[in-house]
């Protein structure tokens, strides 16, 4: 397989054609039933313990469901996605998705147990299976070809973007109208913003542009058949750092305001200095994906994922200095930009186009059921010390373990076309 020549050139040819559908991907990312509850929970998980009563432990494991549900529902969009087409599942799914919102605002009255909070956070992925990363990668790898690496890093920015957003737009609904209007306002996001879009622009997204070529002939691509990758060392390598870096990354983001609130910062000070989360992960997905087209990826991986292990020192030891908590904040944030963009590159990188999805599709269900468990263990520590030191350690040692196992990988493989 041929190597992309290291220029600093972009050829724009692509975005005049295909802008709309970065547009409407970033803000379906943004506003899809994976990051939503992520970037949005933690700004209600202290609201919840005062008004219904909940341990914050509790709580805190409400992810591990959320993340078990995508398991099953990122398989499910890719079905419905071929069976029915994209706009149908699509449009079903940002009208579920803002339902199901509306249904956790009324969690006390249809029981009030923690349990039904955790039923609910597994059925949202599947109520917004649509707006899942599945479809808007999809839409992108359609219409982009040469600059396709810049346009999935562009569009998965969205979730930055989120955490940028909504901590702050929660908590303020939270602190005017009380704990309910946390969840509607995050119903309205997908209801009004990202629907309109999907209604003007998702007709044409499947009409792939001719100058891309056919994309019905699997043989004439390079790489490494499934069932061989899948024994490959190289390929468990990537899919267990991903796994540990993705597990500390999960953590972070749902308990990153709750531990500076108490540390002391108010709830929308911690919703403030986490939108520099949102920046950097911004920052770091976009310079991260144009840095592994130039570089060997796994030392690029090595600086981006281990950055985040001194993010979570500066907040153990740190956490009186505003500006420390702000870079530390922002450290972390780099490490969840580059994860989900490292994760597509490396599998592509090392097993070459022929049996991607299939690759991919394995992949993104391993790191979904591998960090399952990483709220409730989190929320675990907690409970036992009573404090989120032993998080933040835990959380550095995965790091620094994710990010050095990279290393090991070697020289990109030269990825022959497999015929038959």
Same mark, same amino acid.
């Given at each position: 397989?041929?190597?992309?020549?290291?220029?600093?050139? #972009?050829?724009?040819?692509?975005?005049?054609?295909?802008?709309?559908?970065?547009?409407?991907?970033?803000?379906?990312?943004?506003?899809?039933?994976?990051?939503?509850?992520?970037?949005?929970?933690?700004?209600? =998980?202290?609201?919840?313990? !005062?008004?219904?009563?909940?341990?914050?432990?509790?709580? &805190?494991?409400?992810?591990?469901?959320?993340?078990?549900?995508?398991?099953?529902?990122?398989?499910?969009?890719?079905?419905?996605?071929?069976?029915?087409?994209?706009?149908?599942?699509?449009?079903?799914?940002?009208?579920?998705?803002?339902?199901?919102?509306?249904?956790?605002?009324?969690?006390?009255?249809?029981?009030?147990?923690?349990?039904?909070?955790?039923?609910?956070?597994?059925? =949202?992925?599947?109520?917004?299976?649509?707006?899942?990363?599945?479809?808007?990668?999809?839409?992108?790898?359609?219409?982009?070809?040469?600059?396709?690496?810049?346009?999935?890093?562009?569009? &998965?920015?969205?979730?930055?973007?989120?955490?940028?957003?909504?901590?702050?737009?929660?908590?303020?609904?939270?602190?005017?109208?009380?704990? %309910?209007?946390?969840?509607?306002?995050?119903?309205?996001?997908?209801?009004? #913003?990202?629907?309109?879009?999907?209604?003007?622009?998702?007709?044409g997204s499947e009409r792939r542009p001719v100058a891309h070529g056919s994309s019905d002939a699997p043989a004439e691509l390079p790489g490494v058949?499934?069932?061989?990758?899948? %024994?490959?060392?190289?390929?468990?390598?990537?899919?267990?750092?991903?796994?540990?870096?993705?597990?500390?990354?999960?953590?972070?983001?749902?308990?990153?305001?709750?531990?500076?609130?108490?540390?002391?910062?108010?709830?929308? !000070?911690?919703?403030?200095?986490?939108?520099?989360?949102?920046?950097?992960?911004?920052?770091?997905?976009?310079?991260?994906?144009?840095?592994?087209?130039?570089?060997?990826?796994?030392?690029?991986?090595?600086?981006?994922?281990?950055?985040?292990?001194?993010?979570?020192?500066?907040?153990?030891?740190?956490?009186?200095?505003?500006?420390?908590?702000?870079?530390?904040?922002?450290?972390?944030?780099?490490?969840?930009?580059?994860?989900?963009?490292?994760?597509?590159?490396?599998?592509?990188?090392?097993?070459?186009?022929?049996?991607?999805?299939?690759?991919?599709?394995?992949?993104?269900?391993? #790191?979904?059921?591998?960090?399952?468990?990483?709220?409730?263990?989190?929320?675990?520590?907690?409970?036992?010390?009573?404090?989120?030191?032993? =998080?933040?350690?835990?959380?550095?040692?995965?790091?620094?373990?994710?990010?050095?196992?990279?290393?090991?990988?070697?020289?990109?493989?030269?990825? !022959?076309?497999?015929?038959?």
């Amino acid at each position: 397989m041929s190597h992309p020549k290291n220029t600093v050139a #972009i050829d724009l040819a692509e975005f005049k054609v295909g802008w709309r559908y970065i547009i409407l991907a970033l803000v379906g990312v943004a506003t899809s039933s994976a990051v939503m509850p992520l970037y949005g929970f933690g700004a209600m =998980v202290v609201p919840l313990e !005062e008004a219904l009563g909940f341990r914050r432990s509790d709580l &805190l494991a409400t992810i591990t469901f959320s993340s078990f549900g995508a398991v099953f529902s990122s398989q499910l969009a890719g079905i419905l996605n071929r069976r029915y087409g994209i706009k149908p599942v699509t449009l079903f799914s940002l009208i579920g998705l803002p339902l199901m919102f509306v249904v956790m605002s009324q969690v006390d009255r249809i029981g009030g147990s923690i349990w039904v909070l955790y039923t609910l956070f597994f059925l =949202v992925t599947f109520a917004g299976v649509g707006t899942l990363q599945v479809t808007w990668t999809q839409v992108v790898n359609l219409w982009f070809d040469k600059n396709r690496g810049l346009a999935l890093a562009m569009i &998965l920015s969205g979730s930055g973007v989120a955490g940028l957003v909504l901590p702050s737009m929660v908590t303020t609904a939270v602190e005017m109208w009380g704990w %309910r209007a946390g969840f509607l306002s995050m119903a309205l996001l997908p209801l009004l #913003i990202t629907l309109p879009l999907a209604l003007m622009w998702l007709s044409g997204s499947e009409r792939r542009p001719v100058a891309h070529g056919s994309s019905d002939a699997p043989a004439e691509l390079p790489g490494v058949l499934f069932p061989v990758a899948v %024994r490959s060392w190289k390929y468990w390598t990537i899919n267990t750092s991903m796994v540990l870096v993705s597990a500390a990354i999960i953590v972070m983001v749902i308990n990153t305001v709750p531990l500076l609130q108490g540390k002391g910062y108010s709830a929308l !000070e911690a919703s403030q200095i986490f939108g520099a989360f949102g920046v950097s992960l911004v920052a770091g997905r976009v310079l991260v994906g144009y840095l592994v087209d130039r570089l060997w990826a796994p030392g690029v991986a090595f600086v981006a994922l281990s950055i985040p292990a001194l993010g979570c020192f500066i907040l153990a030891t740190m956490s009186d200095n505003p500006l420390l908590v702000v870079a530390g904040v922002s450290m972390i944030g780099i490490g969840a930009g580059a994860e989900f963009d490292l994760a597509a590159f490396l599998v592509a990188r090392y097993f070459g186009m022929r049996d991607y999805a299939r690759l991919f599709g394995l992949q993104m269900g391993v #790191i979904s059921g591998g960090i399952c468990l990483a709220p409730t263990m989190a929320a675990f520590l907690y409970e036992t010390f009573g404090n989120y030191d032993a =998080v933040l350690t835990v959380n550095m040692v995965l790091f620094m373990i994710g990010s050095t196992i990279l290393l090991g990988l070697g020289r990109y493989p030269h990825l !022959e076309v497999k015929h038959g």
